[in-house]
Structure formats: structure tokens, C-alpha cells
């Protein structure tokens, strides 16, 4: 195959037949020529708003394959390299035990794919639901405000990402192809399969759903088991190596090789592992606000009058306040919701979410100012403190609702009556309030001082009807629990894995780090079918 770089369609002429025609004239053969093609990136460069285009990247088969290759000096022409990712089966060690992974997020399925497609019958435990009735539980929540404190939009099959935009777009270099494994295996699970080579892959809720009932049906297919609303209560180490868990506070499980892939919320987990002892540090991460506005209006701020054509706009805002703190958008959400994402009674924390079409009025984003150490302490689980205060304002000052406010009454320090233009767009119930009430001062100033910057970089953004919630307190793991180079704890046996054990943040990372963790566990440990 040939790989062809860099093929720039207008968007408006944008088709297969086109971009077939570009091929062919930049490998300066006729599209007869070429015998199947596959597309292996697509982007979309908007820097100019009357010419935008479609960037390609293309694999071609062509019997003229040596020929093009030999008169070729484009350094956007060449043979396509084999991007294949491997396990490296290398371990010696017996286990005693079948590994069990703890969590069926990101981290912990991707880890049991894994070590289940190679012959390690894992046992998967999820404190949460199974995804059918996890559904089921959160749509209560959202419409009667009773929260499962064990199944909810953090806690259950398919971990914290399940009710979220299933943003997969991640800056990290793929040098062992894991990143592809990943989302080879999305697909082959029903993800769309545009995810393989769109620049900003997304899946949408609706569309995650099924892919994880599919993943599971896949690992038990291939020897995993999966037991759920089963929770990790307590760990027994003899000689510094796990020897045995508990579940659910009474049954006791034989263990040797445990997995941690336990989520940035299980709290009780954390707490649990620092009364024994697993070295554990904090880590800086960001709170603060959702932001509201209506989807058009970024659309034409970002693509013009070529907006009808495109998708839901997106969009990436960072800043740094005079006193040295970072303030930027996360986990936008085109075409979105924004959702209580709850776990724990008298707490609120909200997130965002959108299915596959990103069709609703709104967009929005989380708005969210840089903590550290020096805000919460050096305490390993001094971060966690910090979130839960704030997340106990929140849900104090909107009396259990998602407390909202316009943005000129924040800038006034005014309770809102109720929303103008713009439409709360909302997953859970909400309430018009004031969250200078919710809010510390490091955050809000912080926040005050950004706004009329983004308002020039994105026109509108700082419109006075634009609509924020509180409080966005999970960004990422305010707890890292340290491993070394075999990505073992302190304690032998022990795996932290993913974004609770500090390792990710997003989806695709933390499928990652499982992939990583199941290698580590191929290299030092025999499978069952090499035993
Ligand atoms: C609403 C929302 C929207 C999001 N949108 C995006 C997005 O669009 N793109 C993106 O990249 N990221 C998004 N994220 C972040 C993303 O979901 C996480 O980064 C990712 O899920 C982390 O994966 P993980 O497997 O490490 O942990 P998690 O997904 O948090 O999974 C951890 C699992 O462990 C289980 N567990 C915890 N403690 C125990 C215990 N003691 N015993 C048994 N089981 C336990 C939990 O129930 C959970 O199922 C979103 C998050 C939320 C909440």
C-alpha cells in the first residue's frame, strides 16, 4: 500500500469520488489505477472561514505501487508502514489465581479484553449495575433526584464515560499502537467506524451503551467473568503481596494479581487503601463551572457561513490569570447536556454529555480553574476534601437541585430569576441560583477575570445570558497511587490502573493504561493456556 498525505478538499466538494480524483492526480495516475483505498485520517482546517477544508490521509492499492514509489520526491508519498499492535506474552511466574480487575470503566475492560483474548480468564467485579439496569437507575436519578450511591454516573458497567459525549480524541503519542488496539476493538464492539481515523473521534452516550454491553458479551465469550454491584471493601497482605480481597464487606476472594481500575470517585476505595498503607500522593486537577450557549452561535463563530455544512462546532479556550492560575474549557460538549453526575448523598457534581448526532440547542463546556497541594494540602487525600466541600456547597444552594445562574448576575453577585435567551439544556433537576455562594474566591476571581478574554476569542461567549452551572469537581484524580516500572503498587500483586490510580484522563488514556497494565501482567505472568 501507499500511504498519500495531506489531500485538501473544500468541504463543500467533499466525496469519495473527489478525493479519489486528488489522489490519483498527486500520485499522477488515473483513478482507474487505484484498486481499494482505506482513509486513515481526516481533519478539518477552519484557520480560514472562507476556505475550508478537509485534510486526508489515504492508504492506496495500485499496481503502479513500485513505480510511483521510484520516481516519487513528495515526502507526502510513501510506502505505508505496518502499524500493528502486540502483546508480548513473555511471563514465567504462575498465578495461583485467575487476575481479578476491580472496575469496568475504560482501564478495567480494556484490561480484560485483553488478558481474556490471551488466555487469562480474568474476574471482573463492578460495585455498580450491569449496563442495562445502571440505565434504568440513572434516569431516576435525573428525573426523581433519588441517587444509588453505588450505581449512578460515576459507578456501574462501563465506569464514569458510559453517560458522556465518548469524546476518544487524546494528545498521546501511539508508538505501540495501543491507542489503535483501542479503538479497533470499539469498533468490532459497534462504535462507528469513522472513530479509526476522524480527527476528533467521538462515540455519543446512545451509541457507548451498546458498545459496552458488546465488550462484555466479547470477555465472557472469551473466558472473563464479570460479577456485579460487587465492591471492594478490603485487600490482605502478607509480606507486602496481596493474598486475598473482600467484597462487600463479608466474602473473601483469593487473590495474587489485582487490578485497580477503580474511577476518580470511589472515595471509600481510596480511603480503604491509605489505612493500609499503599503509597499514595495527591495530584493538582481543576474545578469550577458548566457554561451554556447555544450551539449556532459557536458554530458561526468557528466556521462562518459554512456552518450549515459542518458538524457541531467545538471549541478549546485556555488562559492564565495574573496571579499564575490556568483557567480553561474541558470536556466541551457540541450538541450536549449537561448532567448531575452525582455519587454521594448531600454532594452535587455536574459533567456533560451528548449522543452520537450532538443534537440539542446547546453547547457547553466545563469552565475550570488549576488547584494544587498549596489550595488543599499535602495530605494524600487532601484533594479529595477540597472536592467534597465544594461539591456539599453545591448541593446546599441548589437544596439538592443543579444550582444555575445567568452570567451577568454571577459578575453581580445576583441571584437569577430565570434564564433569557439561552435554555438550560439539563440532565437533573436545577434550580436558578447564585453560585457565588458555591464557589471559593481563588475560583470565581479566577473565572471573572477569563470570561472577557474568551468573549474576544469566541464572539458571544461572554454574553450576559449565557448560563452556568455548578460545581465541575472532577476533572481528573485528585490521588495517585504511585507504581513502578512493572506498574506494580507498593504492595506485589497490585495494579493501579487508569484515571482513579492517576494514570488518564478521558476514555482513551485510560483504555490505554489498561492495555498497558495487561502487558505488564502477560510479561511477568504464565496464562492459563500456557500452564
Ligand atoms: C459525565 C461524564 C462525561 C465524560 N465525558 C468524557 C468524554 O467525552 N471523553 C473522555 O475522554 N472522558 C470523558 N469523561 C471522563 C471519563 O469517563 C474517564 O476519564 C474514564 O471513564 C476513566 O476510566 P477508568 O476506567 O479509569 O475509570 P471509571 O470509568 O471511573 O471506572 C471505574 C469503575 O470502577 C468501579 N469501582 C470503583 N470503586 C470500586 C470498588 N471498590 N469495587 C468495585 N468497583 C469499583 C466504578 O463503579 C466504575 O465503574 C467523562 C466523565 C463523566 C463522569
Given at each position: 500500500m501507499i500511504r498519500v498525505r495531506q489531500i485538501k478538499i473544500k468541504v463543500l466538494e467533499d466525496s469519495i469520488q473527489r478525493l479519489i480524483e486528488e489522489v490519483s492526480k498527486k500520485l499522477r495516475?488515473?483513478?482507474?489505477?487505484?484498486s481499494s483505498y482505506q482513509i486513515k485520517k481526516q481533519s478539518l482546517d477552519a484557520r480560514k472561514k472562507d476556505a475550508i477544508f478537509y485534510i486526508y490521509e489515504v492508504d492506496i492499492k495500485t499496481e503502479k505501487e513500485k513505480e510511483i514509489l521510484k520516481r516519487n520526491h513528495s515526502k507526502d508519498i510513501f510506502k505505508a508502514p505496518k502499524e500493528e499492535y502486540q502483546l508480548q506474552k513473555t511471563g514465567e511466574k504462575s498465578l495461583k489465581n485467575r487476575p481479578i480487575i476491580v472496575g469496568s470503566g475504560p482501564a478495567g475492560l480494556f484490561c480484560a479484553y485483553l488478558l481474556a483474548e490471551h488466555g487469562y480468564y480474568p474476574l471482573i467485579i463492578e460495585r455498580g449495575e450491569k449496563i442495562e439496569d445502571r440505565i434504568k437507575t440513572v434516569e431516576t436519578f435525573w428525573k426523581e433526584g433519588i441517587l444509588n450511591t453505588e450505581s449512578n454516573v460515576q459507578f456501574g458497567e462501563g465506569g464514569a464515560g458510559t453517560f458522556s459525549d465518548g469524546k476518544l480524541n487524546t494528545l498521546v503519542k501511539d508508538a505501540f499502537f495501543r491507542g489503535k488496539k483501542v479503538f479497533e476493538i470499539f469498533v468490532e464492539c459497534?462504535?462507528?467506524?469513522?472513530i479509526l481515523y476522524l480527527q476528533k473521534p467521538h462515540i455519543g452516550t446512545d451509541l457507548l451503551r451498546n458498545v459496552v454491553r458488546n465488550m462484555r458479551e466479547k470477555i465472557k465469550e472469551m473466558g472473563g467473568e464479570f460479577r456485579y454491584n460487587t465492591c471492594l471493601t478490603d485487600i490482605k497482605i502478607t509480606d507486602e503481596r496481596v493474598e486475598e480481597i473482600e467484597v462487600n464487606h463479608q466474602e473473601k476472594i483469593p487473590c495474587d494479581c489485582l487490578v485497580l481500575?477503580?474511577?476518580?470517585?470511589?472515595r471509600d476505595t481510596f480511603q480503604m487503601l491509605y489505612k493500609k498503607k499503599i503509597q499514595m500522593e495527591n495530584k493538582p486537577f481543576a474545578v469550577g463551572v458548566r457554561i451554556m450557549h447555544p450551539q449556532k452561535m459557536i458554530d458561526e463563530s468557528q466556521y462562518g457561513k459554512m456552518s450549515q455544512y459542518l458538524p457541531p462546532a467545538s471549541y478549546k479556550l485556555t488562559y492564565q490569570t495574573e496571579k499564575g492560575r490556568g483557567v480553561y474549557s474541558f470536556c466541551m460538549c457540541p450538541g450536549g447536556y449537561v448532567v448531575n453526575a452525582s455519587s454521594e448523598k448531600g454532594h452535587l457534581a455536574i459533567n456533560g454529555m451528548s449522543n452520537h448526532n450532538r443534537d440539542s440547542e446547546n453547547a457547553n463546556s466545563a469552565l475550570v480553574v488549576t488547584i494544587g497541594p498549596k489550595d488543599f494540602g499535602k495530605d494524600p487525600l487532601s484533594g479529595i476534601l477540597y472536592q467534597k466541600k465544594l461539591e456539599e456547597k453545591a448541593y446546599q444552594v441548589g437544596n439538592g437541585r443543579i444550582p444555575i445562574q445567568l452570567y451577568k448576575d454571577f459578575c453581580e453577585n445576583k441571584t437569577s430569576v430565570s434564564p433569557k435567551t439561552v435554555i438550560p439544556i439539563m440532565k437533573g433537576q436545577y434550580i436558578m441560583s447564585n453560585l457565588n455562594e458555591v464557589l471559593p474566591s481563588e475560583i470565581k476571581e479566577a473565572i471573572k477575570e477569563a470570561m472577557p478574554v474568551f468573549g474576544k476569542k469566541i464572539s458571544g461567549y461572554d454574553r450576559e445570558d449565557a448560563l452556568l452551572a455548578a460545581v465541575e469537581s472532577r476533572t481528573s484524580s485528585p490521588v495517585r497511587i504511585v507504581r513502578n516500572e512493572r506498574l506494580v503498587s507498593s504492595v506485589e500483586g497490585i495494579y493501579p490502573c487508569g484515571e482513579g490510580a492517576g494514570y488518564a484522563g478521558g476514555i482513551t488514556t485510560a483504555a490505554i493504561d489498561g492495555v498497558k497494565v495487561a502487558e505488564k501482567i502477560a510479561q511477568t505472568y504464565k496464562s492459563e493456556e500456557t500452564v
Open positions: 495516475i488515473s483513478s482507474s489505477d487505484i459497534g462504535a462507528p467506524k469513522e481500575a477503580i474511577g476518580h470517585s470511589a
